[in-house]
């Protein structure tokens, strides 16, 4: 007789927070469905002034009222994962949220820090180089805390009731100063130039359980099963990557481009801090070849922002959404320009000094149609330089995958993934970092079953 299990995936992301419910279906192909999902913004900021466990609280309020609902038998037995930010625990003191965003660390100061043994350079927005500033520019703030991780793994721990965290080498590598071979933070290194290691969480493999809850939350029950939380990466990746020859595409807040390495692929263990593309730990010891470019969306939101302002100024009162919305119309008509923008308005981790620019500019290319297009090739084209098209034939792709909030709802940009990319590209559903999540859990529940 098939065995059925439930799981329930949870993404905390900087721009929106989702939860989906998945259901074993051993008939379908894909080996599952999708029993309910919801999404709400979350309007994380870059560093947000609202207290972590309240605001958390909200965001998974909006998305557990919506799913749980006449649901909460589905629920049981769920796993716990992934995110960006957390509930109403009692938590002695929880510091402002600070995200991938955080830019205080510039160029000097990163220079300034010691030579990690790793593959992956340290760049402005790891938790490491920011716990590195706070200790330069704010050291008192750091003596008021015994324990440091990602917004997810403080979910977790709450929900688990763990004394200290547990990261998985996905978020540990994203933090900087780790290891992956040796699954081990640069502790030496740390400690040679003052850094107070004893906030770095114990490390954990992703899909493996962290515990389980220590109470009730939102319906779900004691002793539900908590999993390790994962990278948003790599659970987004999971969710839509049908075949090792397929490359995933995410266009949310930022931009990803991935793909998977061959079995046994070992990064050289020297960071190369000029180099787009970088190498990070995907599931059972494998790696994912990643292009992670800090604009995307985000870069809409801002020409949007920048265009209600102005309208503002001129004594008009128009509505972001409705803003957004003829910007994408004009820009389906207009299927072209010279105009060209490279809108790196946040620079690049390998390029953090870069900014944006425009550039052949004339009088017959400045509609609003024009515009909108050369910005959405912009932030197209920028990815393409830094992972080629010709880059992913040798690594073996046959295919791209689209996904991301911004990717879904943007005919636009769309259409400029495929003018880039001369392979097959599909625009997917229920690609996003919880279903990913879930399923992770859910494969690997069923295996534990099986065996």
């Not at 393409?384 to 791209?400: D, T």
Request: aromatic share 8%; proline share 5%; glycine share 8%.
């Amino acid at each position: 007789m098939a065995v059925q299990s439930v799981t329930l995936g949870i993404d905390l992301g900087t721009t929106s927070v989702k939860a989906a419910l998945l259901e074993s279906a051993p008939g379908q192909p894909s080996g599952f469905v999708v029993l309910a999902s919801c999404a709400r913004p979350s309007r994380a900021d870059a560093e947000s002034n609202a207290a972590v466990p309240q605001w958390l609280y909200l965001c998974c309020m909006m998305v557990l009222g919506n799913i749980l609902r006449g649901g909460e038998e589905k629920a049981k037995g769920c796993e716990w994962m992934q995110g960006d930010s957390a509930p109403v625990f009692e938590a002695r003191a929880v510091s402002h949220l600070v995200t991938w965003q955080d830019g205080r660390c510039s160029s000097e100061f990163l220079a300034s820090l010691p030579q990690p043994s790793s593959h992956l350079s340290v760049a402005t927005g790891f938790g490491c180089a920011t716990i590195f500033w706070l200790l330069k520019n704010s050291p008192e703030l750091l003596q008021s805390y015994n324990a440091a991780g990602t917004i997810q793994d403080y979910v977790v721990a709450m929900l688990c009731g763990l004394r200290r965290p547990l990261m998985s080498d996905q978020n540990a590598a994203s933090w900087g100063y780790f290891n992956t071979q040796s699954q081990s933070w640069n502790l030496e290194i740390l400690r040679s130039s003052g850094f107070p290691v004893h906030l770095l969480p114990d490390i954990a493999q992703p899909g493996s359980a962290a515990g389980r809850t220590s109470h009730m939350w939102f319906e779900i029950p004691k002793g539900t099963q908590v999993g390790v939380a994962m990278g948003d990466l790599q659970a987004s990746v999971y969710s839509c990557m049908g075949q090792k020859t397929d490359a995933v595409l995410n266009i949310s807040t930022s931009v990803q481009l991935a793909a998977s390495m061959p079995s046994g692929f070992q990064p050289t263990q020297t960071p190369d801090p000029a180099a787009a593309v970088a190498y990070f730990p995907y599931f059972d010891g494998t790696y994912l070849g990643v292009a992670a470019s800090l604009n995307g969306g985000n870069v809409l939101a801002t020409f949007v922002h920048m265009l209600v302002q102005w309208m503002a100024d001129l004594g008009l009162d128009v509505e972001e959404t409705t803003v957004y919305s003829r910007l994408i119309h004009a820009a389906v008509q207009q299927r072209d320009t010279c105009l060209t923008i490279t809108p790196t308005v946040l620079g690049e981790r390998h390029l953090p000094d870069q900014l944006a620019s425009v550039t052949r500019i004339s009088s017959s290319d400045l509609s609003l149609g024009h515009v909108t297009r050369a910005l959405c090739r912009g932030i197209v084209q920028n990815l393409h330089s830094m992972l080629p098209f010709q880059q992913l034939k040798e690594w073996g792709v046959e295919r791209v995958k689209g996904s991301g909030s911004a990717l879904s709802r943007n005919e636009v940009l769309k259409q400029e993934v495929q003018r880039a990319f001369p392979l097959p590209v599909s625009f997917g559903q229920d690609v996003d970092a919880a279903v990913g999540a879930a399923l992770i859990m859910l494969k690997r529940k069923l295996n534990q079953m099986d065996s």
